[in-house]
């Protein structure tokens, strides 16, 4: 392998395993917010019970997000030096601001959700949790600014220095809401939602099926459930919402989606399939028309297609078709399975059919998956270009490192990532084994 494709490579399992942690932290504190809010507006205990346990968790995903992140920005000054000077303006602000306001923001309360349950007031808790939501959420727009401006940028121009030209703001708001952000960060949200709800579900029918805190199972899926549908449905909207906007500023990016090559015709969508890129040809199950209507309410409208745009320009065509697909594939999948969630908790088989619970344990991998996916295509479907008309990959890297340093950091990363992983899976097993700790109430109730 090339020095380019090892540090591609080095990044993408770099970043792809830290975010196994952030859709998580997003998702549950939004469902902090809505059992403690629950409990203060309820006094049920249940409640309280349910918001103890799922902070325990939040907390320790929170802890491995942190640890997995730190080892991306050092791969800015080390592999992609070039592109740290390119882009260093425009990602220097929204990371910035990243750090400033919303990780200090969701850190900063972390303790007194953690640790401030006896000491400080319920409704001072209840704005911790608020704040460590919210702060999870804001954390995610920045990061989300900061890859969309590579996609589509805007609010900036170039300038020359003497270590080559940059890019360098103009506009702070045109470079925020840049073109495809508000769309992006739309889908960020719902894949982190989803992560949540399933997550929640996994373990909440685990305990059912093993017949052990069946109150706080139940009413922690019926909450899970909703959210999971709501999410999965407005996945599916965000992602045609954004698959537009791919339409008008990266056409490239949208064929290599559907394997479409013809440079200017009408364009139908696989429901699955395989591109052989050296025939330009794809084999597989299509319905004609539908990528044209999806894109412009039209069967017979052209879509711009790879020939349109030189070899050199085109990304990995397959591999961005298939990604993409396998995405849109789980993505209808878990509509599917909340739906019969929902169906399930108003008939009552929810809880009790054994075949259904063991599908949510298991169900908890399938957001994840979907969002690596779709994580993987948006960035592969970027290729050749690291900022998108801009700059190249292959222009964007450090002129002084060599494959052997990229294959040594890449063997201890990977061994540090594999002791990071078994320990937060040890971790995550022992807090579930022991459970929600029973409130003073049910304590109490339980001895008389």
Known sequence: MDYELLSRIQFGYTVGFHYIFPPLSIGLGLFLVIMEGTYLKTKN????????????IFGLIFALGVASGIVMEFQFGTNWATYSRFVGDVFGSALAAEGIFAFFLESGFLAILLFGWDKVKPRTHFFATIMVAFGAHFSAIWIVVANSWQQTPAGHHIVETANGVRAEIVDFWQVVFNPSFLDRISHVYMGAWQAGAFFVLSVSAFYLLRKKHIDFAKASMKIAIVIALFSSVFQLITGHWSADTVAETQPAKLAAFEGHYPAEAPAGAYLFGWVDEENEDVTGLEIPGLLSFLVHWDTDEPVTG???????????????????????????LLIALSVIGIIGWRTGILF???KLLWIFVFSVL??????QLGWFSAEVGRQ??????????????????????????????????ILLFILFIYLLNEKIQHGPVETKAKKEGGRS
């Not at 399938?366 to 969002?371: D, E, F, K, R, Y």
């Open 306 to 332: 790879l020939q349109a745009f030189s070899k050199e320009d085109r990304p990995p065509v397959n591999l961005v078709f298939q990604s993409y697909h396998i995405m849109v594939s789980i993505g209808m």
């Open 352 to 354: 009790t059919n054994r």
């Open 366 to 371: 399938l957001p994840q998956i979907a969002n």
């Open 384 to 417: 050749p270009w690291i900022v998108y008309g801009l700059l190249r990959t292959k222009d964007a890297l450090s002129v002084s490192i060599g494959e052997g340093h990229v294959w040594l950091s890449m063997a201890l990363f990977t061994f540090i990532y």
């Open 45 to 56: 205990e249940l409640y309280h019970q349910m918001t103890r346990f799922w902070v325990k």
